[in-house]
């Protein structure tokens, strides 16, 4: 038996997709993938496995909906062709696309990708025009391509910061969106998950080692420079550089208020 998403949500990165994710899973009439992020529309290896090794991620069969997280699906400068591939294989799915304060959401994205040790320049080197950290926090530009395919009223856009403060509100108004019961108590909504402000820079180890077993072997006899993980800082933001910033994404953000008919009054732009 075939299984596949009756939703989606889309992103954004750094958004709270993770939390949304844990929260929806609690609700005894929705499946969420076994892989929170199975990247499968991306269009790459994944895809070529078949619908088959896609529909095995969604473990129960007696669900009223099932769906995945993958903040993939709303990088459009990165990966193509994402919207239309998943009108082919599910052409009456609903997405969900969480937004956040885009000078915030590309803050902690960089603060992340630093984390992981993706990222090695200052912030004012890296969060730059068309950079990956402000492409992915026009929120427009990411959601246009998907309006070729899909009705606005199968697109519900969820504030990040409404959904950290009024979680429970919030959530009945997804599972009303989705289709399944209101009537639900959801055990963990008091918790968060990847809060940014807790991140710490992967040590040398992390990065060469990944099997914990031997991490932990590793960890008693080598330097502890090898084995620390240090705190990450903010990264300080010069007046003209937020100004730069502002300007490029303004435009996309206005536009993006249009279409999600939110004012958003307390984002920074």
């Excluded at 669900?63 to 193509?80: D, F």
Aim: proline letters at 4%; glycine letters at 4%.
């Amino acid at each position: 038996m075939i299984i596949l998403p009756t939703f989606l949500v889309i992103g954004a990165m750094k958004a709270g997709t993770t939390s949304l994710y844990h929260y929806l899973d609690s609700h005894p009439e929705i499946c969420m993938s076994a892989e929170k992020e199975p990247n499968y529309f991306l269009g790459g290896e994944e895809y070529k496995k078949g619908i088959a090794r896609y529909s095995s991620l969604f473990k129960k069969n007696d669900a009223v909906a099932y769906g995945e997280a993958s903040t993939n699906y709303s990088k459009r400068h990165r990966y193509e062709g994402v919207p239309a591939r998943i009108y082919k294989d599910i052409p009456k799915v609903k997405l969900i696309y969480i937004v956040r304060d885009p000078i915030e959401r590309a803050i902690s994205h960089y603060i992340h990708n630093v984390a992981q040790g993706r990222e090695k320049k200052s912030f004012a080197e890296a969060v730059v025009p068309d950079s990956i950290y402000l492409k992915t926090s026009m929120y427009f530009y990411q959601i246009e391509e998907y309006l070729k395919y899909f009705e606005l009223n199968k697109i519900m856009f969820v504030e990040s910061e409404e959904l950290l403060a009024c979680t429970e509100d919030v959530l009945y108004r997804i599972f009303n969106f989705l289709g399944v019961s209101c009537n639900v108590n959801i055990k963990n909504i008091n918790q968060r998950y990847h809060i940014s402000t807790d991140k710490k820079a992967k040590s040398l180890l992390d990065n060469l080692v990944h099997s914990e077993r031997i991490k932990k072997l590793l960890m008693s006899v080598l330097p502890a420079i090898m084995t620390t993980n240090k705190p990450i800082e903010n990264p300080i933001i010069e007046e003209q550089q937020l100004i730069d910033i502002k300007a490029y994404l303004k435009s996309d953000i206005n536009k993006f208020r249009i279409i999600a008919t939110e004012n958003y009054k307390n984002w920074s732009i």
